[in-house]
């Protein structure tokens, strides 16, 4: 007898819960045998392919290739005859099937979540794949206590570290590297108060923004990557402006821009980049290790360079646009607004705004 499992999309990145569903080898009712790969998955720093444990049919698929999927989402089932059904959907605390507003792609946890706290999901809107903890994102849900203690004052340049993970390591080390901005702490809803990451104290929640203000701080770094779901990384600049902070621009040392280059608030550029010569960089840009500006570029606002990405002269990259690790874009190319090019691609002409262009590919094909 055939056991009925789930495909569960695996974890590829600890600071990436999003995955490009770059590939779908399977459609729905087809046999497949144990070694068989099911999909492929990318993302910034890998790709790889999901094979079947043991045979069964497709049942219950619930994504298309090009779409982005989360980790630990279930794709599909692997069932013992194509008229299995998956399991009903989960009911809400009132009785009522929960269903996905306006054609939304959501999990059902994460739904009932929102709707409990009648949340806006318009903030999510797009062709991700909704998680409860992207939900639990757009909602203060931190409890714990602050380490703010009375009277406490901060040096006048003193910075704070929205964000607790992977990227946030690298600026805490960047912020030191440069040593121009004492780390005042670590703001972050989801590690316990008290706490500390490579030396820097957690001081809480967002909630602490304002009295953080008051106490004088007025600087913050965002280390929230966004790289699944570009929109948490623009939230949080959201947050930290209506709080009354400013972001500014970070260079690490071992970083080199030309002097007439024009770098906008809250771009971070990291180790060994390079910006040329009136290159235009919009704000919050990430630019990354390695990572290669030449002149006359311009990236527009959030726009995210991947460790070690090329971009030729004059070349303009589109608003929250994600360029993968080893990129190459060529002379005058322009990358369209939330475009998403996978690792180690070549680009030889424009690709349009949303355009997914697949790992190790030349685009166009």
Not at 282 to 289: M, P, Q, R
Request: net charge negative; glycine share 12%; charged share 15%.
């Amino acid at each position: 007898m055939i056991e009925t499992y789930p495909i569960i999309i695996p974890l590829l990145n600890p600071n990436e819960p999003g995955a490009l569903l770059a590939a779908l080898h399977v459609v729905p009712g087809q046999h497949v045998l144990s070694g068989d790969i099911l999909c492929t998955l990318e993302t910034t720093k890998s790709t790889a392919e999901l094979a079947a444990e043991s045979e069964g049919f497709v049942v219950g698929l619930t994504s298309q290739a090009g779409q982005t999927v989360q980790a630990g989402d279930i794709l599909f089932y692997l069932a013992g005859s194509p008229d299995w059904s998956p399991p009903a959907p989960m009911e809400t605390p009132s009785g009522k099937a929960a269903t996905s507003p306006g054609g939304m792609h959501i999990s059902r946890p994460a739904l009932i979540l929102a709707q409990q706290h009648s949340l806006d999901l318009t903030q999510l809107s797009g062709d991700v794949f909704i998680t409860e903890k992207m939900v639990k994102n757009l909602i203060d849900l931190s409890t714990e206590p602050m380490t703010l203690l009375p009277g406490q004052s901060y040096d006048p340049n003193a910075i704070i570290v929205y964000g607790a993970g992977g990227h946030g390591k690298a600026l805490i080390d960047l912020i030191l590297a440069l040593g121009d901005y004492p780390i005042a702490g670590i703001v972050e809803d989801n590690t316990s108060a008290g706490s500390t990451i490579m030396g820097v104290p957690v001081l809480g929640g967002g909630r602490l923004l304002g009295q953080l203000i008051e106490r004088g701080v007025h600087l913050a770094v965002n280390a929230v990557g966004g790289i699944g779901n570009i929109q948490s990384r623009i939230k949080v600049f959201d947050r930290l402006s209506e709080a009354g902070f400013s972001c500014p621009a970070l260079v690490h040392p071992t970083a080199f821009v030309e002097r007439s280059a024009t770098l906008a608030e809250g771009v971070q550029v990291m180790p060994h980049a390079y910006v040329g010569s009136e290159a235009r960089v919009g704000f919050g840009v990430i630019i990354n290790t390695g990572a290669i500006v030449s002149h006359d570029c311009t990236l527009g606002d959030y726009a995210n360079l991947s460790p070690g990405a090329i971009l030729a002269g004059e070349v303009s990259v589109g608003t929250a646009t994600l360029i993968g690790m080893g990129v190459t874009v060529n002379l005058r190319v322009k990358v369209g607004a939330r475009a998403r090019v996978g690792n180690g691609s070549t680009i030889k002409q424009d690709v349009p705004e949303g355009g997914i262009v697949h790992a190790g590919t030349i685009w166009p094909a």
